[in-house]
Each structure stands twice: as structure tokens, then as C-alpha cells.
């Protein structure tokens, strides 16, 4: 079981490092037609529960405040809100691992199935055992004809 989990480990790292054009276009593609998918996993299925956890926290109202909002008796906004949004850049990055990992797995399949195919195609067909003794039986008679 430990063998097998380093296998995907390195063939992760492999993935992640060392991809090949092929491989980016199709993770690119993926990535593209599941973004709504996985942000709808991550903002509506996994961070609700997560929240709830951790105290009933709304990861995307998580920030810290550098400069406050400054409004006028009118309603007129004088300074801007300027804060680091870390809640949402950690609902950002779950949705990048998500996508990376279903990358991963649809990368893994087609490298499996690559593989197969190029195992068919250099299949060999054994030699049958009556012409390998009829070439045993030529040489015996050409090295005793030889001598």
C-alpha cells in the first residue's frame, strides 16, 4: 500500500514538474470547463462545513483591514477600504488543488491508456515451437554438412 502511495507521489511530482505541452493543453481545457464546478464545491460544499468547524467562520469575509473605509455625512466614500482578503485567497487556493488534482487523475488515465496502446502496437507473436525445432534441425545439418 506504501508502494503504490509513492508511486502516485512521484507521479505527481513528475506531472507537476516535468508536464509536456499535451499535458497542459488538456489541463488547461479541464481546468477551464470545471472552474464553475469546483468554485461551486468550494464556496457551497466544502468551506460551509469547514466554517462551521472552525468556529462559524465565513472564509470570504476573512481579512485584515490596512486602511478603514471613510464615508462622508453624504453617503460619499473620502478613503477607499484597502485590506488583505486572506479568506478568499484560501477558497482560491482550495479550488487550485482541487482542479490540479483532477488534472492529475485525468492526466494519469491518459498516460495508462497511452501506454496500453503503444503496448498493442509492439505486441510480438511468438515464434510456434514447430518452426523453432525445424530452425534448430537446419543448423544441426549445416554444422554437421560443415564438417
Known sequence: MKNKKMKIIREFKEFAIKGNMFDMAIGIIIGT?????ITSLVDDI?????????????????????Q???VEKGG??????VAFNYGNFIQ?????LIITVIIFLVIK???KLRRKAEDEKKKEVPTPREIELL???R???KSDLGK
Open 33 to 37: 470547463a470545471f472552474h464553475k464546478i
Open 46 to 66: 466544502i468551506m460551509p462545513p469547514l466554517g462551521y468547524l472552525i468556529g462559524r467562520v465565513d472564509f470570504s469575509n476573512l481579512n485584515i483591514v490596512i
Open 68 to 70: 478603514k473605509e471613510v
Open 76 to 81: 460619499n466614500v473620502v478613503k477607499e477600504l
Open 92 to 96: 482560491v487556493m482550495i479550488d487550485f
Open 109 to 111: 488515465l491518459f498516460n
Open 135 to 137: 530452425a534448430e534441425i
Open 139 to 141: 543448423d544441426i545439418l
